[in-house]
């Protein structure tokens, strides 16, 4: 089932970032939401290959803006589920609407700041960010690295303008 986010995120590391993608930042790239997820397009098929998050798997995707590569994962998670995470509620909100117009049923969106935020201990078998974590600092991928389940499977894919892809596992 698509679940509405929540609305504002606590004044943390990025309450400038989240002024501007929750304002004309976002508004650009909900505009061109489509532009930028064909740009993006090698890129994903990559990106989806490194990550291989399977049928069971529960995916995190961390600066998710529009939701592409969330609904990417709930399609490959059929029996698990994907939580996009982004600061903007309103490229969360274009996200939603086209989960639910793709009849994604697994696929849930939070707005909150990642680096923060406290997600479940070991809850998720796998983190992606397409490309929000190129903005972290190392204590907040430590924090990401916690809420992955503590099994063979449980990783991190991640791809930035700083890095091609960086892969963490969990046990």
């Given at each position: 089932m698509v679940m509405p986010g929540r609305r504002g995120i606590q004044a943390g590391a990025n309450a400038e970032q989240a002024a501007q993608w929750d304002g004309p930042a976002g508004e650009?790239?909900?505009r061109h939401a489509g532009v930028f997820d064909a740009e993006a397009g090698l890129l994903n098929g990559r990106f989806r290959a490194a990550a291989g998050a399977g049928p069971r798997d529960r995916v995190l995707d961390i600066g998710c803006g529009t939701g592409q590569s969330t609904r990417d994962a709930a399609r490959a998670a059929v029996a698990g589920s994907a939580l996009g995470v982004d600061l903007s509620?309103?490229?969360?909100?274009?996200?939603?609407?086209?989960?639910?117009?793709?009849?994604l049923r697994n696929v849930t969106f939070l707005q909150a700041d990642a680096q923060v935020h406290r997600f479940a201990a070991a809850?998720?078998?796998?983190?992606?960010?397409?490309?929000?974590?190129?903005?972290?600092?190392?204590?907040?991928?430590?924090?990401?690295?916690a809420a992955l389940a503590a099994h063979d499977t449980g990783n991190g894919v991640f791809f930035g303008a700083r890095s091609w892809i960086i892969t963490a596992r969990r046990g």
């Open positions: 650009h790239r909900i509620e309103r490229m969360l909100e274009h996200a939603r609407r086209l989960s639910a117009g793709e009849g809850h998720f078998d796998l983190c992606i960010s397409r490309f929000g974590a190129m903005f972290f600092a190392g204590p907040a991928l430590l924090r990401l690295r």
